[in-house]
Every structure is written in C-alpha cells, then in structure tokens.
T-cell receptor, first 113, second 116 residues
Framework: AQKITQTQPGMFVQEKEAVTLDCTYD???????LFWYKQPSSGEMIFLIY??????QNATEGRYSLNFQKARKSANLVISASQLGDSAMYFC??????????FGSGTKLNVKP | DVKVTQSSRYLVKRTGEKVFLECVQD?????MFWYRQDPGLGLRLIYF???????EKGDIPEGYSVSREKKERFSLILESASTNQTSMYLC???????????????FGQGTRLTVV
C-alpha cells in the first residue's frame, strides 16, 4: 500500500489567492512526522513545514500552514497569498519510527499572474 | 551551512557498466538515504542506512547496492547499469535524535544518470 498519496498531479492558482495541496498517509505507527518539501525547476529540495503526530495545533511557517486531520490521515498544505515564485513541485513526506522518509508522487503548482 | 554533496551532477554510462554514486554529508547525521525521482512517481526509496555499516532496503532495491563505511559517506552502486535505471538520483541525510521523527531530511543537488 502507498504510504503517501497525493492525488493532484497538477494545479493552477491565481496570484495572491490561497491554495490547498492534498496529502493522505498510511501508517500503523503512533509516532510519526509529516513534512512538506518544495522542488523548484532548479531541482533542489526545500523543506517547508513539519507536523508531528502528537502535535495538537496545526503547524504554520509564514505563508505555509499544514491542515492536519489525524483521524482522516490527511496532512494538506495550505499556501496563502500565492506568489509567482511558489510555482514548483510540492512533495508530502512521512517519517516513521525506523527513520526512513516516504514521499508522495508530488503536485506541480502553477501560479498565474 | 549544512551540506549534502553528491559527486556528480550529470553522468552518462553504458549498459552493463558498474556505476558508483557518491554522497557526503557534513552534519554528523546518523541516517542517510538514496532515492530515485521519476516523473509521476515522485521520490522512491532505494536504500537507507541508519548507521555506519548498517543498511536497509527501501521500496525498490533491485539492481542496486549500497555501502556505508564511514558515517559521512553513503555510496549507491549500480552493479550492472541498465537503461531502466536512467533517472534522477537524490541522496539525503537526517538525524534521528532521541529516536524522534521530527527532524527533516537534507538533500543533495541530485545526479541525473543516463544509461545508454
């Protein structure tokens, strides 16, 4: 079974609008971490935000927030006030107790001016 | 500034060759990982190492092996390269402080391998 599922291969958003990128995960571990990464066309992997399985508050980092719904096993990334520089691939990842990271297939976000 | 360095940015090899991809990190991380990235498939874990000389298979280990003789270095070996191993290869490292899962992975710049 897929550990991380991202069902949106591509998305468009208008500049200055908010956008939600979906991510669901599958684990039987009680302790796990959820991460989002951005990969611009240059190819580097940029860490954006982290949410722990025991965290009760949704994580926020600047314009990024993580909508964590534990019972539904979802960890959606919300980008507020989109900018042209947000155009990139976005990957959701999960880290389980052994230490390895599992990534989804990614969502390509295009921000339109 | 933390660094994960992969030995080559681009590599072209012939079918059947033995290929070595090298990765070095300077953060004293226990965990190191090799992924391949293909369009529509995201990042798939090939192997990871949780300590020196320790390794675990990921989701797609067939056709690959790894070596970790020193903490800072993690090598991916393609025993006999094939055209279906043409891909982007990403190395990453992370710490696992106190057994926690809350530290992010740091990535190298990637190696685009073409097997002809």
């Amino acid at each position: 079974a897929q550990k991380i599922t991202q069902t949106q291969p591509g998305m468009f958003v208008q500049e200055k609008e908010a956008v939600t990128l979906d991510c669901t995960y599958d684990t039987s571990d009680q302790s796990y971490g959820l991460f989002w990464y951005k990969q611009p066309s240059s190819g580097e992997m940029i860490f954006l935000i982290y949410q722990g399985s025991y965290d009760e508050q949704n994580a926020t980092e600047g314009r990024y927030s993580l909508n964590f719904q534990k019972a539904r096993k979802s960890a959606n990334l919300v980008i507020s006030a989109s900018q042209l520089g947000d155009s990139a691939m976005y990957f959701c990842a999960m880290r389980e107790g052994r230490g390895e990271f599992y990534f989804g297939s990614g969502t390509k976000l295009n921000v339109k001016p | 500034d933390v660094k994960v360095t992969q030995s080559s940015r681009y590599l072209v090899k012939r079918t059947g060759e033995k290929v070595f991809l090298e990765c070095v990190q300077d953060m004293d991380h226990e965990n190191m990982f090799w992924y391949r990235q293909d369009p529509g498939l995201g990042l798939r874990l090939i192997y990871f190492s949780y300590d020196v000389k320790m390794k675990e298979k990921g989701d797609i280990p067939e056709g690959y092996s790894v070596s970790r003789e020193k903490k800072e270095r993690f090598s991916l070996i393609l025993e006999s390269a094939s055209t279906n191993q043409t891909s982007m290869y990403l190395c990453a490292s992370s710490s696992l402080r106190w057994g926690g899962v809350n530290t992010e992975a740091f990535f190298g710049q990637g190696t685009r391998l073409t097997v002809v």
